[in-house]
């Protein structure tokens, strides 16, 4: 359980840095935090005690291997991850192109 | 800084990425082929190809990387790559439904077995690839400019 | 598990570095070492597919973050006197972690899964999609639906940074055509 809870320790510091930071890259980072949080809970869900990799060798008999759907589950989100960032970063370069900055309070345009 | 950035990096830098960027490149493709028997896959992969063309770009300026690999050729693998894996899925209808496993299963632990898996690892790191190639050639080749502020 | 927790104390350290430091290139090479330490913890916890996978898609990462950061001249990021909004943010994130710990004991105990789904997988998996590596074999056969909707994500992403940074009709130095209108 102390496992679970700092997975979710690493969770809550990309929020804060999501909720606090002014600079739009502080806040990419954050987003990436989350994402490495978020995956690594899936992994920890699936572990077994004294499990072996789910991949079968042909010589051993392996009797106990650990989860492999969860980990058929992060393999595709981690991808997923990237390209989001990327999406984000491309949003990142054109505000400064308009704006001169990164700071997020200097972007008002679109309010009164 | 972006003239310099362009042109490519010291001559120490061009002369390792000579010796390891093919290495990369085998190496991508190992994984990719081996993705039934031992841990990697499309996934994965992909990504390692998509590196080999990146450090090239990123070792001798974008004008010799692009000749390798133009945009236009990369957005062709990866329409080339969805509509591989489409077609397997489609070809499915031949034995039963959508995405049966219709080739023949073999035995275990060789390169030629497990059905359409191999075919459907290949289809997906053209797409994986070629896609996030396309993406780091556009982020590049967009040019710092100082905005208009209002 | 001593491993998992060293592992852990080292990765939230990271993400503290990562969002603390005034250097934007410090920021980002912070983070690169959290997905290194991401990886290292998958590798422990038996996952060599996804170890793999998260090594490479965190070096590309922090190659297209840097590409972002590093030729721009704002290097530093301005921070100001904020009390308020960090006591109610300090605050909503300490009772999102009480609910939380409530919430965990309803998960089985860490180290032993409920495996319903996956036992037939395991049982079964060798000999109906004759592939050794299970996790391809559940990717690629029992759920290969879901990997059609992951490519299709991607592709996705593709056209939508491909539509982000395509220049329109720059036809002067001084006339730029405004290309937010369409």
């Known amino acids: 359980m102390m496992v679970y809870l700092l997975c979710l320790v690493l969770f809550c510091v990309g929020l804060y840095c999501v909720l606090m930071k002014r600079n739009i890259i502080k806040i990419i980072v954050g987003i990436i935090i989350m994402e490495f949080a978020v ?4 992994v920890l869900v699936a572990y077994r005690m004294e499990g072996r990799a789910p991949i079968l060798s042909p010589d051993a008999e392996i009797l106990n291997m650990v989860d492999p759907l969860p980990q058929a589950l992060v393999l595709t989100s981690i991808v997923i991850g990237l390209a989001t960032t990327a999406v984000l970063v491309a949003i990142a370069m054109r505000i400064y192109e308009k704006y001169g900055t990164f700071d997020i309070t200097k972007i008002k345009e679109l309010r009164g | 800084m972006s003239k310099e950035h362009e042109k490519g990096m010291s001559i120490i830098v061009k002369t390792i990425t000579r010796l390891t960027v093919g290495l990369i490149l085998l190496y991508g493709i ?3 082929s081996h993705g039934h028997i031992s841990p990697g896959g499309g996934f994965a992969g992909g990504v390692i190809i998509a590196l080999s063309f990146i450090h090239l770009m990123l070792a001798y300026g974008k004008e010799v990387a692009l000749k390798k690999l133009s945009k236009g050729v990369a957005s062709f693998f990866e329409s080339i790559g969805a509509l591989l894996f489409l077609s397997i899925a489609f070809l499915g209808f031949t034995g039963g439904y959508f995405f049966l496993n219709f080739l023949s299963k073999g035995e275990p632990f060789k390169l030629f077995s497990a059905g ?3 075919l459907c690892n290949i289809a997906i790191s053209f797409k994986v690839g070629a896609g996030l ?4 050639v556009a982020l590049v080749l967009l040019k710092p400019e100082k905005g208009d502020k209002k | 598990m001593i491993e998992l927790y060293v592992l852990l104390i080292f990765m939230i350290i ?3 570095v990562a969002i603390e430091v005034k250097d934007l290139l410090s920021s980002v090479i912070a983070l690169g070492t959290v997905g290194l330490g991401v990886s290292i913890a998958f590798l422990v916890l038996k996952a060599p597919d996804l170890a793999i996978t998260q090594l490479v898609v965190e070096i590309l990462c922090v190659i297209i973050l840097m590409r972002a950061t590093l030729k721009r001249d704002t290097s530093f990021s301005i921070t100001g006197g904020r009390f308020l909004t960090t ?6 994130i300490a009772v999102f ?3 939380a710990k409530e919430c965990l004991k309803d998960l089985p105990e860490f180290g032993y899964p409920v495996m319903k789904v996956a036992g037939t997988y395991l049982r079964e998996g060798m000999m109906k999609t004759g592939a050794a590596n299970l996790v391809a074999s559940v990717i690629l056969d029992y759920r290969a639906y879901d990997t059609l909707g992951e490519a299709t994500v991607l592709f996705t992403a593709v056209i939508g940074v491909l539509a982000l940074v395509r220049r329109i009709g720059r036809k002067k130095e001084g006339i730029k055509i405004r290309e937010e209108d369409e």
């Open chain 1, 39 to 42: 995956n690594l809970f899936f």
């Open chain 2, 30 to 32: 190992y994984i990719l």
């Open chain 2, 116 to 118: 359409i898996i191999p």
């Open chain 2, 133 to 136: 190639f396309a993406i780091f």
């Open chain 3, 14 to 16: 990271g993400a503290i």
């Open chain 3, 87 to 92: 006591l109610i943010t300090v605050g909503f």
């Open chain 3, 97 to 99: 972690l009480f609910v």
